[in-house]
């Protein structure tokens, strides 16, 4: 959840959508995200939109309290069954990301998502994740996330290596995050993500097999594995721009994107979308696979943004300003912006050439088509698909996938 938003037109008080919005809607999947922005410190890496205590101490953050944060929340999801109406969709998918979301009782989490239940209902088959922090669960806790209907937990490891954790300020013990997909896995869990993070300063090859390798030794059915950006405003950036630590450039990202498909693949992990592995099509995310196919989903909480038939929102930042919203029975959003048919073209074609599957070469126009052509040549889509109406990447394309949809979308 970046902490900065784009600018937009207003939301109306009511969070009323344009009637076109829910054209079609039937066809289209409903997913929830739900966003707990607490953390108990905050990583040297991170700009998302989250709050330490202390951040929060004098700053009006009282309004959305840990203590009555599932409260302010559920709230907004009544706001969201007024808005949708009678749309009779039930929710395929439940997201709870943040933050830390484990920083709340295991039973806030399922009263978070019993609203959505009650509100809207789930599909018999709903995916359900939470993100959790590898300190801030242990087997009881989890056992009461299966309990309350959770299907899926995603973990955040990032590396096995304690030099790299102390670089991003991660404050987990090593070994915590491949203990914990067995306590998972022992709570009735069936799908268990690791998240990962490669290209830390002073991290080596060998650093990083020995993370691929300790997470696929845990035996999760799905890894993420994401290349560190860093960001303006952040610690680690003031960090680097002081010399304290070292620049990862791109080759190193790309030499270590390889080592991760290289080591993943060789233990049953596929790739399905550029970052992320499964090592069957049940464990993919389809809460993610929603966002890449331009679904509908409904994001709730501060700084959470939200796409319904085209159009796009994003609520208050602050957990302050994000409940006041909501205590007085206004929408807690305060931007959108309506996405014409080329907007929508051009984020297919973004999103889903990052897909295993690709995207179809009917989106792309003319220039764009001779861009695919050359790709192909240039060893940076594959033939095949090609052939048959697709644009998939290649091992090498993947690499180059901003590049290459750049050229794709023209």
């Known amino acids: 959840m970046p902490s900065v938003l784009p600018d937009g037109e207003p939301v109306p008080a009511d969070g009323a959508l ?29 700009d998302f939109n989250t709050y330490t205590a202390t951040e929060l101490r004098g700053s009006g953050g009282a309004l959305a309290a840990r203590e009555n944060y599932a409260d302010v929340l559920i709230e907004e999801v009544r706001l969201a069954r007024k808005v949708l109406g009678d749309d009779p969709r039930p929710v395929r998918t439940v997201f709870v990301g943040g933050g830390t979301p484990t920083l709340l009782p295991a039973a806030d ?10 509100e809207f209902g789930l599909a018999p088959d709903a995916e359900v994740t939470t993100e959790a922090n590898p ?3 242990d087997p009881a806790y989890l056992a009461g996330l299966r309990a309350a209907g959770f299907t899926r937990v995603s973990f955040g490891m990032q590396s096995a290596s304690p030099h790299v954790l102390k670089v991003l300020d991660r404050t987990h013990t090593p070994g915590r995050p491949e203990a914990c997909v067995a306590e998972a896995r022992a709570a009735g869990f069936e799908h268990v993500n690791l998240d990962l993070i490669y290209g830390t300063p002073g991290e080596s090859d060998a650093d990083w097999r020995a993370s691929l390798d300790a997470a696929t030794g845990a035996g999760p059915d799905h890894v993420s594995a994401y290349a560190l950006i860093v ?12 010399g304290e630590v070292p620049m990862t450039d791109d080759d190193v990202h790309a030499d270590r994107y390889l080592i991760a498909d290289e080591v993943l693949a060789a233990a049953g992990y596929s790739w399905y979308e550029v970052s992320n592995w499964a090592t069957t099509d049940a464990g993919r995310c389809r809460h993610n696979e929603l966002y890449w196919t331009g679904a509908d989903w409904w ?6 943004h939200s796409h319904v038939g085209g159009v796009r929102w994003w609520n208050a930042k602050h957990p302050g300003a994000y409940a006041q919203a909501l205590a007085e029975g206004r929408s807690p959003g305060v931007g959108r912006e309506i996405l014409d048919p080329e907007d929508r073209r051009v984020e297919r074609v973004l999103l889903e050439l990052r897909l295993a599957d690709g995207c179809p070469l009917d989106l792309l126009k003319p220039e764009g088509a001779r861009a695919a052509a050359r790709a192909v040549r240039d060893g940076l889509l ?7 109406g697709r644009a998939v990447l290649t091992l090498r394309g993947r690499l180059l996938a901003d590049a290459v949809v750049r050229d794709l979308v023209d």
């Not at 919005?21 to 607490?38: C, E, M, N, S, T």
């Not at 994001?299 to 959470?304: D, V």
């Not at 594959?382 to 048959?388: D, N, R, S, V």
Request: glycine letters at 14%.
């Open 18 to 46: 344009p009637a076109q919005a829910l054209d079609g809607a039937a066809d289209r999947p409903l997913g929830f995200y739900l966003h707990v922005p607490y953390c108990a410190t905050r990583c040297g890496y991170c």
């Open 109 to 118: 989490l399922g009263r978070m998502l019993g609203a959505i239940a009650a």
């Open 135 to 137: 300190e801030s669960v």
């Open 231 to 242: 960001e303006e405003g952040t610690q680690l950036a003031r960090r680097i721009r002081r």
């Open 299 to 304: 994001g709730a909480g501060p700084g959470a």
């Open 382 to 388: 594959e033939p095949a698909p090609y052939a048959e």
